[in-house]
């Protein structure tokens, strides 16, 4: 008997392109929720429905049904913004949603604690802000991304046109999305509608793009469905290495389940990229797994065809090979700190953000400096994949004045270490309706902690990348660090060690369910192996692999037979 296709498949089956019953779950008044089904729904319009889980057991004594709220995910392709979308986003979060912006490891905006009846005309304001929020989930093309800091500019220019043809080219078709939230007149009959890239069911599951340009892997481009690789020659863009079925998400004690870094499957040149990511990502809609939502990410469908045969399909849909793959060498992750001069006149400052969230505390008033920045539009605004924001392009006159802001508000970095500036957390509670443990509120604590036993050794100004999430599905790309936090209760983690600097080798599961005592008594022994025993410029990662204290991790299957043995150890 063939196994059913996912509950999912069929409400997209359904759901006259995305269209389910949105209008009328928002016209309801008695329940701040959307019905069970638009809820999948509207996450291809890049909405979530969440609670307020701080508020969960309080409402469920009084009664009342959860504080149900919605998180909106804006589209915005290589993070770009000019100030007056930047002005746009922050009334936007003052206007409608928890008064602040959080920046994502997808270079965009959220917005959280948003209620359904403001979900309408928050929507609209980030339209009439010439961006929208079609696609920046769902089983679909995400939000593309790109290196933020590529030199010389003309590279950069060229990759974030990339990144923007990308996204355009794979969006859905549907009217649904003008029709719901601008109230534009359906245009096309059901019957004459379709989508023709997609077809009505669209993807088995999300897909995901992104652009880099070596040196800089920023964009942690092998834990990308789909990665296109800068090659550089006398300093312009010949082409791309194009990289297939990285994937980060996973669930705990399920094998079958694991973070996989993509393969390079060749070489294209840039007028071949569009046809390429139309057939890879048209492969993974004829092949992709959809019976099982957590086997239906692209890492398995290759891991089910075997990388040669997927290749095939992937020629035959786009109607050329790919040359073979060229070389290329990545030596730095995560954003560039401070100022960047671009040799032309203008520079570049990387204003960190801590977890990405951009809110007004007393002593740090982040929101009010980047919207008197964005006023006197002293700079663009370019997002990172490392929840940090680029105040790009300032003219050398106007450096002082972005500097004073900064200070006057309190956001001038100063103090911030390598440590904390690489260190990423995924959201968490109270919003994220996955969570098991604390992440974003976490992060800047654990990361104090660590800076101290580094300091014991002399090993306080170490790059180190340390990333927490507070559920295995790898939203801040934990398994690609060199010490990875992954929630397992409240309190508890999964500690994942020696994943290789330059993004490109997975950690290796190490110890589990540890509380923040046991983490940190692992952590200092091997600081002090690493002070006395590491080779030159040899990061921590590294060592614990060249060291024997982790494996080196390259393949899904190994990652998760590590984590299975691991699991054993621990109930023998
Ligand atoms: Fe993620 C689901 C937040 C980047 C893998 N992610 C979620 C949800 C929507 C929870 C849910 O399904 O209800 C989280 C919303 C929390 C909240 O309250 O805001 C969430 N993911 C995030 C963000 C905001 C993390 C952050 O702190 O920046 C990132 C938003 C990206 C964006 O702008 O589009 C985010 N998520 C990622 C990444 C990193 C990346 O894309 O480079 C990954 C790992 C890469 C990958 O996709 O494999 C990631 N998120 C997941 C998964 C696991 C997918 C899987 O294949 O198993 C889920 C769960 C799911 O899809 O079922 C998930």
Same mark, same amino acid.
């Given at each position: 008997?063939?196994?059913?296709?996912? @509950?999912v498949? !069929?409400?997209?089956?359904?759901?006259?392109?995305l269209?389910?019953?949105?209008?009328?779950?928002l016209?309801?008044?008695?329940?701040?929720?959307?019905?069970?089904?638009?809820?999948?729904?509207?996450?291809?319009?890049?909405?979530?429905q969440q609670?307020?889980?701080?508020?969960?057991?309080?409402?469920?004594?009084?009664?009342? %049904?959860?504080?149900?709220? $919605?998180?909106?995910?804006?589209?915005?392709?290589?993070?770009?913004?000019?100030?007056?979308?930047? /002005?746009?986003?922050?009334a936007?979060?003052?206007t409608?949603?928890?008064?602040?912006?959080? /920046?994502?490891t997808? +270079?965009?905006?959220? $917005?959280?604690?948003?209620?359904?009846?403001?979900?309408? @005309?928050?929507i609209?304001?980030?339209?009439?802000?010439?961006?929208d929020?079609?696609?920046?989930c769902g !089983?679909?093309?995400?939000?593309?991304? &790109?290196?933020?800091?590529?030199? @010389?500019?003309?590279?950069?220019?060229?990759?974030? %046109?990339l990144?923007?043809?990308?996204?355009e =080219?794979?969006?859905?078709?549907t009217?649904?999305y003008?029709e719901i939230?601008?109230?534009?007149?359906?245009?096309?009959?059901?019957?004459?509608?379709?989508?023709p890239?997609?077809?009505?069911?669209?993807?088995?599951?999300?897909f995901?793009?992104?652009?880099?340009?070596?040196?800089?892997?920023?964009?942690?481009?092998?834990?990308?469905?789909?990665g $296109?690789?800068?090659?550089?020659?006398?300093?312009?863009?010949?082409?791309?290495?194009?990289t297939?079925?990285?994937?980060?998400?996973?669930?705990?004690?399920?094998f079958?389940?694991?973070?996989?870094?993509?393969?390079?499957?060749?070489f294209?040149?840039?007028?071949e990229?569009?046809?390429?990511?139309?057939?890879?990502?048209i492969?993974?809609?004829?092949?992709?797994?959809?019976?099982? =939502?957590?086997?239906?990410?692209?890492?398995?469908?290759?891991?089910?065809?075997?990388?040669?045969?997927?290749?095939e399909?992937?020629?035959?849909r786009?109607g050329?090979? /790919?040359?073979?793959?060229?070389?290329? +060498?990545?030596?730095?992750t995560?954003?560039?700190?401070?100022w960047?001069? !671009?040799?032309n006149?203008?520079?570049?400052?990387?204003?960190?953000?801590?977890?990405?969230?951009?809110?007004?505390?007393?002593?740090?008033?982040?929101?009010t400096a980047?919207?008197?920045?964005?006023?006197? %539009?002293?700079?663009? $605004?370019?997002?990172? #994949?490392?929840?940090?924001?680029?105040?790009?392009?300032?003219p050398?006159?106007?450096?002082?004045?972005?500097?004073?802001?900064?200070?006057?508000? *309190?956001?001038?970095?100063?103090?911030?270490?390598?440590?904390?500036?690489l260190?990423?957390? &995924?959201?968490?509670?109270?919003t994220?309706?996955?969570?098991?443990?604390?992440?974003?509120?976490?992060?800047?604590?654990f990361v104090?902690k660590i800076?101290?036993?580094?300091?014991?050794?002399?090993l306080?100004d170490?790059?180190?990348?340390?990333?927490?999430?507070?559920?295995?599905?790898?939203?801040?790309?934990?398994? /690609?660090?060199e010490?990875g936090?992954?929630?397992?209760?409240?309190?508890r983690?999964n500690?994942?060690?020696?994943?290789?600097?330059?993004?490109?080798?997975?950690?290796?599961?190490?110890?589990?369910?540890?509380?923040? *005592?046991?983490?940190?008594?692992?952590?200092?022994?091997?600081?002090?192996?690493?002070a006395q025993?590491?080779?030159?410029?040899?990061?921590?990662?590294n060592?614990?692999?060249?060291?024997?204290?982790?494996?080196?991790? +390259?393949?899904?299957?190994?990652?998760?037979?590590? #984590?299975?043995?691991?699991?054993?150890?621990?109930?023998?």
């Amino acid at each position: 008997m063939d196994t059913p296709l996912s @509950p999912v498949e !069929d409400i997209k089956t359904a759901s006259r392109l995305l269209r389910g019953s949105i209008e009328a779950s928002l016209a309801e008044p008695l329940t701040g929720a959307m019905h069970e089904d638009d809820t999948h729904l509207i996450k291809f319009h890049g909405i979530y429905q969440q609670d307020d889980r701080g508020l969960r057991n309080e409402r469920r004594q009084q009664r009342l %049904e959860p504080a149900y709220q $919605f998180m909106i995910r804006a589209r915005i392709p290589g993070g770009l913004c000019t100030p007056a979308r930047w /002005l746009a986003m922050d009334a936007i979060a003052r206007t409608y949603a928890n008064h602040t912006l959080r /920046l994502t490891t997808r +270079q965009t905006f959220q $917005f959280h604690g948003i209620l359904k009846r403001a979900l309408k @005309p928050a929507i609209a304001a980030i339209n009439a802000a010439l961006s929208d929020t079609l696609a920046a989930c769902g !089983d679909v093309n995400r939000n593309v991304m &790109c290196t933020t800091l590529a030199r @010389p500019r003309a590279i950069r220019a060229e990759v974030e %046109e990339l990144a923007r043809e990308l996204s355009e =080219r794979l969006l859905p078709k549907t009217g649904a999305y003008h029709e719901i939230w601008l109230d534009r007149k359906k245009i096309l009959s059901t019957e004459q509608e379709t989508e023709p890239m997609y077809g009505a069911t669209y993807l088995p599951r999300k897909f995901k793009i992104a652009v880099a340009v070596p040196p800089d892997n920023d964009v942690d481009v092998f834990s990308q469905d789909l990665g $296109f690789v800068a090659i550089l020659e006398n300093a312009r863009i010949v082409g791309f290495n194009v990289t297939v079925g990285g994937g980060l998400g996973m669930s705990h004690g399920e094998f079958a389940t694991f973070p996989r870094v993509a393969d390079v499957l060749g070489f294209c040149t840039p007028t071949e990229v569009l046809k390429v990511a139309t057939a890879v990502l048209i492969t993974q809609r004829d092949f992709g797994d959809r019976t099982n =939502r957590k086997h239906a990410r692209l890492k398995y469908t290759i891991e089910t065809l075997g990388l040669d045969r997927f290749t095939e399909e992937v020629t035959a849909r786009a109607g050329f090979s /790919l040359a073979p793959a060229r070389g290329f +060498q990545f030596t730095h992750t995560g954003d560039r700190s401070g100022w960047q001069e !671009d040799g032309n006149g203008l520079a570049h400052y990387t204003l960190f953000v801590d977890s990405g969230r951009i809110d007004d505390q007393p002593e740090r008033r982040a929101l009010t400096a980047l919207r008197e920045i964005a006023t006197r %539009e002293l700079a663009q $605004f370019h997002l990172t #994949a490392n929840q940090n924001v680029v105040l790009a392009n300032v003219p050398a006159a106007a450096r002082s004045e972005v500097t004073e802001i900064l200070t006057r508000h *309190g956001v001038a970095e100063g103090t911030v270490t390598p440590l904390r500036q690489l260190a990423l957390a &995924c959201v968490g509670f109270p919003t994220c309706g996955l969570a098991m443990a604390e992440s974003e509120r976490y992060l800047s604590d654990f990361v104090t902690k660590i800076q101290v036993l580094l300091a014991n050794h002399g090993l306080q100004d170490e790059p180190i990348v340390v990333r927490i999430t507070g559920y295995p599905n790898g939203c801040a790309r934990p398994y /690609l660090a060199e010490i990875g936090l992954v929630g397992k209760a409240p309190g508890r983690y999964n500690l994942y060690l020696g994943a290789a600097f330059d993004g490109s080798r997975l950690n290796a599961p190490y110890r589990e369910s540890l509380n923040e *005592g046991k983490i940190l008594a692992v952590l200092a022994p091997l600081f002090s192996r690493y002070a006395q025993e590491r080779t030159a410029e040899e990061r921590f990662g590294n060592f614990l692999v060249r060291s024997g204290i982790v494996p080196a991790i +390259q393949t899904g299957p190994a990652f998760a037979a590590a #984590a299975q043995s691991l699991g054993a150890m621990r109930g023998g």
